[in-house]
């Protein structure tokens, strides 16, 4: 366990044998914020148990080759989704093929009009994996929505790209749009961009476990 800006990175296998095919124990990424550090142990054994009876619950095999989605709204769908992705991401350090399955794994519970990210190479934003129409491949520090989550660290949530000032429009189709920094200890590594053709398409739901995905991911960037 590596505890890096106030939380908790901490892995946890549990065996399950009662699922056909696997190898005998499903991983789990766990993040949890922490206020301080005291309260690590309470946290796993509350969190545990949960994770413990979610993982039994599972009626499926081989998570890595395949995303199953049956969740009937958003935070369903992120939560059946998060363990995958923790699932999918362990053990491969290569991080373009990590945010290649990340976008295709949201792109394929969602249907998110365009879902991938840009990754920061010394004063641009560089098109990185990605799913979804053609393009811009280079982006400016503070330009467009995705520049402003790298310049500010925050996560911008754009109900309507025509009031945001500077937004750029890689495709005219796209209406709303939440762009989420990739944060590797306090320094933004890269940006998940989510676009629709919808307005007002997302919400703090989003913001919260898109949010989770890239602390996620974020550990990629140190291999
Ligand atoms: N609209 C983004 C540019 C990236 S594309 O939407 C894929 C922006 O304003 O930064």
Redesign the pocket.
Known sequence: MAIMAGKAYFIKSFPIGSVPKTKGELSFVILINLPFTGIYEFAKLRIYPKIYTFASSLKYSEMAEEIISKGENKKEKYEELLPQIASLLEGETDVVANMANVAAALKQVFGFF?VGFYVVKGDKLVLAPFQGPI??TR?GYGK????TAWKEKKTQLVPD?DKFPG????SSD?KS?I?VPVILNGTVVAVL?V?SELLDSFDDTDARYLTMITEILAISFTA
């Open positions: 365009w393009a811009c982006i467009g929505v995705c520049g790209v937004h750029i429009a890689c796209s749009e762009v961009d676009d």
